[in-house]
């Protein structure tokens, strides 16, 4: 059998199924993916705003090219918009996880609920 040709239909009959396999989203419920969704746009949207607070902020210091002082005190400005990125991202990690927390503990509750209620229906 020519090769090329085996190798061609390998490759026409693995691309489905790589296809599938790499398509995570599939698996996710609507619920999952409107929250998945809503938290990509809201990673995206403090990322876009925090990528202009830092190249505004660079941009300052380029223009501030002579002033040592000035140039020191936009550094220490740099450091402490980073710092509060930095915590303003872990405070969004710490909300989602408390969700998180919240949505499992409802559920575990409606399971406990629909127990109770089946074995008070023996």
Same mark, same amino acid.
């Given at each position: 059998? /020519?090769?090329?040709?085996? +190798? $061609? +239909?390998? &490759?026409?009959? &693995? +691309?489905?199924?790589? &296809?599938?396999?790499?398509?995570?989203?599939?698996?996710?419920?609507?619920?999952?993916? !409107?929250?998945?969704?809503?938290?990509? $746009?809201? /990673?995206?949207?403090?990322? !876009?705003? /925090?990528?202009?607070? %830092?190249?505004?902020?660079? &941009?300052?210091?380029?223009?501030?090219?002579?002033?040592?002082?000035?140039?020191?005190? +936009?550094?220490?400005?740099?450091?402490?918009?980073?710092?509060?990125?930095?915590?303003? %991202?872990?405070?969004?990690?710490?909300?989602?996880?408390?969700?998180? $927390?919240?949505?499992?503990?409802?559920?575990? $509750?409606?399971?406990?609920? %629909?127990?109770?209620?089946?074995?008070?229906?023996?």
């Amino acid at each position: 059998m /020519n090769t090329k040709l085996l +190798l $061609a +239909l390998t &490759a026409a009959l &693995a +691309l489905p199924f790589a &296809a599938s396999a790499s398509d995570s989203t599939k698996t996710m419920s609507p619920r999952q993916d !409107s929250i998945h969704t809503a938290h990509k $746009a809201e /990673n995206q949207a403090m990322h !876009s705003e /925090n990528k202009a607070e %830092r190249q505004a902020l660079r &941009a300052e210091m380029k223009a501030a090219n002579g002033d040592s002082t000035k140039k020191a005190e +936009l550094k220490a400005k740099m450091g402490t918009l980073k710092e509060s990125q930095k915590a303003e %991202r872990q405070a969004l990690k710490a909300k989602r996880a408390q969700e998180r $927390a919240d949505r499992k503990a409802a559920r575990e $509750a409606k399971k406990a609920e %629909r127990k109770a209620a089946k074995d008070a229906a023996k």
